[in-house]
DNA sequence: CCGCCTCATGCGGGAATTTGCACGAATATG
DNA sequence: CATATTCGTGCAAATTCCCGCATGAGGCGG
């Protein structure tokens, strides 16, 4: 990787994240904690960011008001998306869902080795567009605009012909008896099918999900590999999920 | 292979990757890394490219490249786009190829009528996001980064599953014996299937692309119906097109 | 056809850069 | 104050860079 592409995705990381953690940008770069600081130090004399014990801050802190909200906001989602993007390996097949959450995902991906990336979003292939690394393969058909995902009989038939190793499942509603579900029973029958046709299906979820229904089932705990949760959710909440044999994995 | 030619293959990396890695270029390419080198260094002198240690980088940062794009949406381009857009009737099927101006057509579809439009861009695709009364199929496939469309086999095949009534083509070049041209073969035969499926094919040009030719031939001018150009353009350089038997269709 | 020139290319070698590791100093945390 | 990170520096290995040179292809005038 090329100490200025480094240089580029750590901005990145601070300008998302609104910190950059020393330690966590070596593991996830593959690169010596030195390596980083060195970076980060360079940065620093060129007044790109502020270095701080640990890592850096930007230069000028972040407005507090829109800015904190909108962390507040999204802070649970980021830490799902980076999450589930740190489970990409070299050279494997990833469908991606369509949602802010599998949005997340897509941000975070990894951008320093090969893998192949395919939705039914353009979107999430629009947040692809700089990606240096991924191939994308865009699944087509009607576009449903609520939820800006192609279906119909000719995405579902594109889908069959592509094998994905992860899908990220995205969903309104989970809930321990009653499964996944979704509002849109177009959408239902296209990421059953998703899940179907893919090796692994984990679904990310933040709080405000749990324990909810909505009207179009997609898919039973038991068909999904594992659920993807804040780190910040508590034990209780969990607890009925487990029980079903859902394997989770907090961010 | 000629110098050029290989110092156009970097920029095409550079372009899509957003960055070049010398070693791996001259892998590819099959010369030595020394000869990369000099061209990267030839071509930073030139201002087309920074180099940085182990390969190059955009000149340009890629995060001004957003509204950057968006702000050379010219005059010339909104009009082509509105004119054009002038041209869809209740119920046709319309397709879009990708690109600006074809962009701008999007942004200036009707919205008191129903209609199908069809298109291959995820960006196109996004731009119909909130539009309310066009059905949008996107056509899938492998998505090459640098223009951001479907090509490849599926979306070949995906095309000829429609039958539009106009085809708005975007293209980079168009010459009066020549034709049209653009600078991805891909592409090149992406457009040229989407134009052979479809009743009518419109190009809409500015300026700059008169009378200029890129690497790839998409079509003669004798396969389109018309095109639509800037109201702005004198009659002396549209003589030629209009003499070669092409509708000019002044914005 | 020949000699001459130009230019791109690959190669060798020394310089420069980068990177990971080790070790002592500095800093946070309880 | 004790402990655990984190930081900075020196150092060695690897990689990359640049310069000069030889080779060979192609162009051009004689």
Redo the contacts between chains.
């Keep these: 990787m ?4 480094r240089q ?1 995705t750590i901005l990145d990381i601070l300008r998302r994240d609104g910190q950059v953690i020393a330690k966590r940008v070596a593991e996830s770069l593959d690169v010596s904690e030195d390596t980083i600081r060195r970076d980060l130090r360079e940065m620093a004399a060129e007044g790109l960011l502020k270095r701080v014990h640990g890592g850096a801050m930007p230069i000028a802190p972040p407005l507090p008001d829109f800015s904190a909200r909108r962390n507040l906001s999204s802070n649970e989602k980021r830490e799902l998306g980076a999450y589930a993007a740190g489970m990409v390996r070299p050279g494997q097949t990833i469908f991606l869902d369509g949602g802010t959450t599998t949005e997340e995902i897509a941000r975070h991906l990894p951008r320093d080795f090969a893998f192949t990336l395919v939705t ?1 979003s ?2 999430i ?2 947040e ?6 991924a ?9 449903y ?1 609520h939820s ?1 995902v ?1 279906t119909g009989a ?2 579902m038939a ?1 889908i069959s ?1 592509v094998r994905p190793d992860i899908f990220f499942l995205g969903v309104t509603a989970i809930h321990p008896s009653r499964g996944l579900s979704t509002g849109n029973f177009e959408e239902a029958a296209i990421k059953r099918h998703i899940a179907q046709c893919s090796d692994q299906t984990f679904v990310a979820v933040t709080q405000e999900k749990l324990d909810a229904v909505s009207p179009c089932h997609i898919l039973p705990l038991a068909a999904i590999s594992g659920m993807i949760v804040p780190r910040s959710l508590g034990e209780d909440s969990l607890k009925p999920y487990r029980n079903a044999g859902v394997a989770i994995l907090p961010a």
Tied chains: 1, 2.
């Design positions: 090329l100490t200025s592409q580029t039914h353009p979107t292939a629009g692809l567009e700089h990606h240096p690394t191939d994308v393969i865009l699944i087509g058909g009607w576009l605009k800006m192609a000719a995405a594109a012909t």
